[in-house]
């Protein structure tokens, strides 16, 4: 099993950049596929990025490739989400989740329906 804690979000201006941070617990980080979701209110969750358990793979939603970045460090346990130019259609809690590698299966199916997600952060852009 792993457990998940998110942290890094705030608010902040559009136009800004925040950096969030998921640490995972647990021996078996390294072995994992990651990503970010998150949640506005009143919608559903949404995909927004995942890598692979190597890292050398990364996937990120059309609505946020050009300004997100997902990045991981095994060593440290961590997966990051580099945000930049933040629009108020950001704000949402954003939610780290880990799913176990899946033949034919892609990264963001397996991580929406996975078990293994943490607890949320609260990103707020305000215009």
């Known amino acids: 099993q792993v457990q998940l804690v998110e942290s890094g979000g705030g608010s902040v201006q559009a136009g800004g950049s925040l950096r969030l941070s998921c640490a995972a617990s647990g021996p078996t980080f390294s072995t994992y596929n990651m990503g970010w979701l998150r949640q506005a209110p009143g919608k559903e969750h949404e995909f927004i990025a995942a890598?692979?358990?190597?890292?050398?793979?990364?996937y990120a939603a059309d609505s946020v490739k050009a300004r997100f970045a997902i990045s991981r460090d095994n060593a440290k346990k961590t997966i990051y989400l580099q945000m930049s130019d933040l629009k108020p259609e950001d704000t949402a809690v954003y939610y780290c989740?880990?799913?176990?590698?899946?033949?034919?299966?892609?990264?963001?199916?397996?991580?929406?329906?996975?078990?293994?997600w943490g607890e949320g952060t609260q990103v707020t852009v305000s215009s």
């Open positions: 989740a880990a799913a176990e590698p899946t033949p034919d299966t892609t990264m963001a199916v397996t991580l929406r329906e996975s078990d293994y």
């Open positions: 890598i692979n358990w190597s890292g050398g793979i990364t």
